[in-house]
């Protein structure tokens, strides 16, 4: 697309960070009347990409936006699986939307996989802990006669608060 006739801003060309160096401000153009402008943080260099953080919320955002939001919180500020589910909890008092919170990386210490199913097992899952496999469950892949036989036979710590 050319631009070369455009004549207002550009600002909704930037790209997202949790980490930006820019801002959205507003600013009065002499055609347009207000309308949302960036101001740099700090000084960008001279081929250094402009970002700012579009502050969606959360549970309202693209999933692909929520998504570098818990690579962000996990990987850049190092946050516990406790520290995530606190944040969505909060989150959820305060404004009544929920917040899913996807998986860590499969790859990651993070992640804990099932020993039934495979799928990651976090907070606030209903989940079970053999004692003797040292491996978290589902309670729903466990089913109701597995659940049953686990816990009468004393293999297994249920617990509604996940591995964490």
Not at 23 to 50: C, N, T, Y
Not at 111 to 122: A, L, Q, T, Y
Not at 129 to 147: F, I, M, N, P, S
Request: charged content about 20%.
């Amino acid at each position: 697309t050319a631009t070369h006739n455009y004549r207002a801003t550009l600002a909704h060309k930037t790209c997202t960070s949790f980490t930006p160096n820019s801002h959205f401000a507003q600013f009065w153009h002499p055609r347009f009347g207000l309308i949302m402008s960036i101001v740099a943080d700090r000084d960008i260099k001279a081929g250094e990409e402009v970002f700012v953080c579009y502050n969606y919320v959360m549970a309202l955002a693209p999933v692909w936006y929520q998504e570098q939001w818990f690579i962000h919180l996990r990987e850049e500020l190092q946050w516990s699986e406790q520290q995530i589910y606190s944040w969505a909890a909060r989150m959820n008092k305060l404004n009544g939307l929920t917040v899913a919170i996807p998986p860590p990386n499969r790859n990651t210490n993070r992640f804990n996989p099932c020993g039934i199913c495979g799928d990651h097992v976090g907070l606030g899952s209903t989940s079970l802990y053999c004692k003797d496999c040292r491996t978290w469950c589902h309670a729903a892949c466990a089913g109701e006669e597995g659940l049953r036989m686990l816990v009468v036979e004393g293999e297994v710590e249920a617990t509604g608060d996940g591995p964490y």
